[in-house]
């Protein structure tokens, strides 16, 4: 059997000066008074200031990459272990920001405020909400949503749970968690960039792959 890793207790004041930091890197005097004025009215409550900015932040913040130096990492994985941003962009970061906002807020409201931008999201914004899940707070109640985010069609989707996300490995049943492993075969992408393989081994999951190798060498294909 294969049980979640334990799942660290995330330092959510940390985790948000450093995205700070990071997207103020990147992005104009103006560009950062828009963001703060934004931040300013979710965190008081304007539910409506959070889904139109969500959706706002790729063109008033563009898309750069962060750049995320050693010591930026080295940061990122002292305030979240197995936390692993190195591809992140400044929108992903101020959308992650942004939910960040919220995390005053009870844990059904926040949920519920969660479950309807994933509801809402185009395919940029559900990569932007995976990637944040663990950094996020009430990090137990999102392992039903990273379930989902696993069986997307969509391949970035699917990246965006299932690579440099600690979230997956620590909190997904050993079921959920080999069928994840599983389907990164089927639509062809890499095994090494998921966080906890390792250490999530199991023979059940052995024999599945085993199974896929054989199925894959009769018809004639080959095994990545």
């Keep these: 059997m294969s049980e979640p890793l334990d799942s660290p207790s995330v330092n959510l004041a940390a985790v948000t000066d450093l995205l700070d930091a990071w997207i103020d890197r990147h992005i104009s005097p103006e560009a950062k ?9 979710v965190s008081a409550g304007d539910e409506k200031t959070l889904f139109l900015t969500f959706g706002m932040i790729p063109r008033k913040l563009g898309k750069a990459d962060l750049e995320l130096s050693e010591l930026d990492q080295a940061a990122s994985a002292k305030v979240r272990p197995r936390w692993h ?41 559900l990569v932007a909400l995976y990637q944040a899940l663990p950094v996020l707070p009430h990090q137990a109640a999102h392992a039903l949503r990273t379930s989902e985010g696993t ?22 049943d050993e079921n959920r968690w080999n069928q994840m492993v599983l389907k990164s075969l089927f639509i062809a992408t890499p095994l090494w960039p998921i966080v906890g393989l390792d250490e999530r081994a199991n023979p059940a999951l052995a024999r599945m792959l085993v199974d896929y190798a054989h199925e894959r060498w009769a018809a004639g294909q080959t095994v990545n």
Excluded: M
């Design 151 to 172: 069986l997307s069609d969509i391949k970035s989707v699917f990246c965006a749970v299932a690579h440099h996300n600690p979230y997956p490995a620590e909190h997904l």
């Design 33 to 41: 008074t828009w963001l703060s004025e934004r931040l300013d009215k």
């Design 85 to 125: 941003p190195t591809n992140w962009t400044v929108d992903q970061a101020a959308r992650t920001r942004l939910v960040l906002a919220l995390a005053a807020k009870p844990q059904e409201q926040f949920v519920t405020l969660l479950d309807k931008l994933f509801d809402s999201g185009e395919v940029g914004e």
